[in-house]
């Protein structure tokens, strides 16, 4: 029987959606194990999987898929991570501008996927923006703000940073504390 998801928008309305018991995907992007040797993370086309394998009985074996029914990001998984509790997932999805889709944010479970927290796709705000050539001369770079063409395709930790690689959104970091910042301001994320 799966358990109970509680996942966050980023209006922060609660959706009591339980995860789909099947794999709603046959896209895989991303394979990574857990620190329980019976569990696996799937980034699908689809959202992020759990498949939690019974190795004396495969048949038993359970799936348990989270997507946007769950309150979870638009599109495919295209970043994942997993640590002992805490897991982070990128998402993106097609569009009909740009080269290669947009940004669906990202989510994050402190519990090993029992509740997500889904953020926006970070980008810039504008602050001292040349509109000739584009460069923002608060910020020292060429500010993204947009989704399009602004994917994460990578996430990692340190000690004190949550660390995304974009595709457009170039690299960026989130300091964080014991009891997690609030990755909703997008402007939090910084060089």
């Known amino acids: 029987m799966p358990r109970q998801a509680t996942a966050f928008t980023g209006a922060g309305s609660a959706l009591d959606a339980v995860p789909e018991a099947r794999l709603t995907s046959n896209v895989m992007i991303d394979i990574v194990p857990s620190s329980n040797p019976d569990t696996l993370w799937l980034g699908t086309g689809n959202g992020v999987t759990r498949l ?4 004396s009985d495969i048949r038993s074996s359970r799936f348990e898929s989270y997507g946007t029914q769950q309150g979870l990001g638009k599109g495919g998984t295209s970043g994942l991570l997993v640590t002992d509790s805490i897991i982070w997932t990128a998402f993106a999805f097609d569009t009909s501008v740009g080269i290669s889709g947009a940004g669906g944010g990202l989510a994050y479970s402190r519990d090993k996927g029992q509740n997500w927290i889904w953020l926006p796709q970070p980008r810039d705000q504008l602050y001292n923006l040349n509109r000739a050539n584009g460069f ?11 989704n399009v ?5 990578d996430i990692t930790q340190s000690d004190s940073f949550v660390w995304i ?18 990755y909703n301001d997008t402007t939090g994320w910084k060089w």
């Open 165 to 182: 690689a974009s595709k457009g959104g170039g690299l960026r970091r989130h300091a964080y504390a014991a009891d997690y910042t609030d």
């Open 136 to 146: 923002d001369s608060t910020l020292h770079y060429w500010p993204t703000t947009t």
């Open 149 to 153: 063409d602004n994917i994460t395709y």
């Open 52 to 55: 939690v394998v019974n190795a």
